[in-house]
């Protein structure tokens, strides 16, 4: 049912996107509407058209909760029972069993993924890629995925290299060192660590 | 034609693009055998480290990396039952029957080599296609690429699953983002809220990236798992599964033929390996090893899989109408290098259409020898655990919004492309078409604006195009009639068949 809702909360905000996007190019001339007028009256119909579907659907969903699901009939021919035997045996109900997650797990699980991306970006947002990075791999790695000290240390600093070797020494084009540093007026925070080693690869 | 035939092989042997390939190649052998990260995904993430090479640089490695990666796919599927590529699960019917009676080493051979054999099939139709559509193309003008490339959308948003509603939806906001910038005929600024970020528009990258990374990188999670729950003993039998493969000579040839032929057809792409399986099970004299284990449900879909990409690369090269989602992908590299698909594909840049008729073949081989040789070392890449490589692969989604244009503006879009990537899965939404939409949008803004320049409206009403859209509205409807007569049929049967009638 939450599906169904969202479905069609989804379906408006689409139409609303569309009814916005066509009535904005009114004013344009006609060299720049010709594109979004070709394309978006026809979209505004489809739209009101998907919106009708999920005002349907999430009508249908309601009357149909509790009443018993109907069993679906498929007489097959002797091809289509040799497919359906086999997508069932190795496919079928006991193998999806074994591979069921909890939906609660998986919306926990979906829910913590975007958090940690949104970490992510605002990590590197802060801080840049080289830090940003490495400190979010860090995170990940001994708060989200609980690793040992020694994988996290080593995959932190795997990562920080990387971004460092790769874009300062071998490309000679640093990433930015993000907000943080901006804002402070310093070059970057790890300048103290980066510039030796760069000095001693570089020869310089 | 031999002339650019010969042009383009050189092209490939060259030592960058050659090495390139190899990398790609590389690249497409771990994520291919990596299950979670599709080959769309992979040609997204890779996209913006093409961006200051050479075309024939830039494809020698793209190429490579998708033709390897599509094939492993198959590998997990019989060694654990876990497709490596959502497209690879009918191999896993009887692939892993095969690998749990121990003959692993003889489904690897068998899938291995149809899929070589598919590939060559599918590079050499895509060779001998050439001459044969190059008239065709060069005959058609504004109009129809016009009508070409959103007849080709509309393919792909009907047929890639789900509801055809939601995914005509996804084609059009799709070709709506595209809209956004500076508009190329008169300057005019089009939906940017005077952002100086947006007037370049919505680039691909980030946005591709994000609506497949972002979801990918859920999965991995949701799963924390690595897919080897068993480790996998001694790969022997290799050469059996190879002779297999030409014992049923009649069947790798017909499901390869198959495979060119649905790669033609937008949206086709995902039922291509069960329509493959449903051949090899239907042309079986005997159909009782299925699904317990028969090399022939294996040999198939193989053969198909990788013939389908020299099929979706004809419509690509030649009118600039991607059948799948990798080849949207493609198209976009094309774009980013400046090469417009169509009449220059066969003439101007002859040459490099024949380069990727030897990088599909070429990047096969190699791939193909190299897993004979490395199979028992890949799989143990299997093993590693998801939440090891989730931290690298976050980077490198967000690395790649960055790079198109070095700006975090990018690195946002793709963060929020994917929050409505997943927003979109979850609701049955397909992505593909708005992927495509974006691709496409340029190119039939300009083919629209041409046509309507030299014959307003008029246009509508030339003979190809109104041939397009009726061949178009004919194959979109078919499937609706059948049903629709099939069902009339079965009442008309169920009421006969009642005592009263």
């Not at chain 2, 099929?311 to 094309?334: E, H, Y």
């Not at chain 2, 030299?454 to 609706?480: S, T």
Request: proline share 6%; aromatic share 8%.
């Amino acid at each position: 049912m939450l599906r169904r809702k969202a479905d069609l909360l989804f379906s408006v905000l689409v139409l609303l996107l569309v009814v916005w996007m066509v009535w904005e190019a009114r004013h344009w001339p006609l060299r720049a509407r010709l594109f979004p007028w070709t394309i978006g009256l026809p979209t505004v119909a489809i739209a009101l058209l998907q919106v009708g579907l999920a005002v349907r659907q999430l009508v249908q969903a309601r009357r149909a909760a509790g009443a018993p699901a109907r069993p679906v009939e498929a007489p097959p021919g002797e091809d289509t029972a040799v497919i359906a035997a086999a997508v069932e045996s190795v496919l079928g109900a006991d193998a999806a069993a074994e591979e069921a997650i909890p939906p609660a797990v998986v919306r926990r699980r979906t829910l913590a993924m975007v958090a940690w991306i949104l970490g992510f970006t605002l990590g590197i947002t802060l801080l840049g890629f080289r830090l940003g990075g490495g400190l979010g791999t860090l995170a990940f790695l001994k708060l989200g995925a609980r690793e040992s000290w020694k994988t996290t240390l080593l995959l932190t600093l795997a990562t920080y290299l990387s971004f460092f070797l790769l874009f300062d020494v071998g490309l000679n084009t640093p990433l930015p060192a993000g907000l943080l540093a901006d804002a402070l007026g310093v070059q970057a925070f790890d300048t103290v660590i980066t510039e030796p080693i760069k000095r001693w690869l570089t020869g310089g | 034609m031999v002339q650019a035939a010969g042009a383009g092989l050189t092209q490939v042997l060259a030592p960058q693009p050659f090495l390139l390939m190899m990398l790609g190649v590389l690249i497409g052998f771990i994520i291919g055998i990596l299950p979670g990260i599709s080959a769309p995904t992979t040609l997204a993430l890779m996209l913006p480290f093409t961006f200051n090479m050479k075309p024939n640089e830039a494809f020698a490695f793209l190429l490579g990396m998708v033709s390897v990666s599509i094939m492993f796919g198959d590998i997990t599927s019989i060694l654990f039952g876990v497709p490596g590529e959502p497209l690879s699960a009918s191999v896993i019917l009887d692939g892993h029957p095969l690998a749990k009676q121990g003959q692993t080493g003889r489904a690897l051979g068998a899938v291995l080599m149809a899929s070589l054999v598919g590939a060559v099939i599918g590079a050499i139709a895509l060779a001998l296609s050439i001459p044969l559509i190059r008239p065709v193309v060069l005959a058609f003008g504004s109009p129809e690429f016009f009508g070409l490339a959103l007849i080709g959308l509309l393919f792909i948003a009907v047929l890639s699953g789900g509801n055809a509603t939601k995914g005509v939806l996804a084609g059009a906001l799709g070709l709506l983002l595209s809209m956004v910038g500076m508009d190329p005929q008169s300057a005019t600024q089009r939906y940017t809220f005077g952002q100086l970020e947006l007037w370049d528009g919505i680039k691909l990258v980030p946005v591709t990236v994000g609506l497949f990374g972002m979801g990918e990188l859920v999965d991995l999670w949701v799963k924390q798992k690595s897919i080897a729950e068993r480790r996998v003993g001694k790969v022997g039998g290799v050469w059996q599964g190879c002779k297999d493969t030409f014992v049923h000579w009649g069947l790798t040839v017909r499901c390869s033929l198959l495979g060119v032929f649905l790669g033609l057809i937008p949206g086709l792409g995902g039922i291509s390996q069960w329509l493959a399986y449903a051949h090899a099970v239907q042309s079986a004299p005997d159909k009782s090893r299925f699904g317990k284990g028969d090399v022939r449900g294996v040999i198939g879909p193989g053969a198909t899989m990788n013939a389908k990409e020299g099929g979706n690369l004809i419509t690509t090269v030649a009118f600039g109408v991607p059948s799948s989602v990798t080849m949207a992908i493609l198209l976009g590299a094309f774009l980013i290098q400046g090469i417009v698909p169509g009449p220059d594909m066969l003439t101007t840049h002859l040459d490099l259409t024949f380069a990727f008729v030897w990088l599909v073949i070429i990047s096969h081989v190699v791939s193909v020898a190299l897993s004979f040789l490395l199979v028992n070392q890949m799989v143990r890449i299997t093993e590693i655990r998801s939440a090891l490589i989730l931290p690298g692969i976050i980077l490198l989604v967000l690395f790649g919004g960055f790079a198109e244009d070095n700006s975090l503006f990018s690195m946002y879009v793709t963060v929020a492309a994917g929050l409505v990537g997943m927003l979109m899965s979850w609701l049955d939404w397909p992505r593909p078409p708005l992927v495509l939409g974006l691709v496409l949008g340029r190119l039939i803004e300009t083919n629209l604006f041409l046509s309507y320049s030299r014959y307003e409206f008029g246009f509508l009403l030339r003979p190809v195009l109104l041939g397009i859209l009726g061949v178009a509205v004919v194959l979109l409807a078919a499937p609706a009639v059948q049903r629709r007569l099939a069902r009339r049929w079965r009442v008309k049967e169920a009421y006969l068949a009642t005592p009263e009638s």
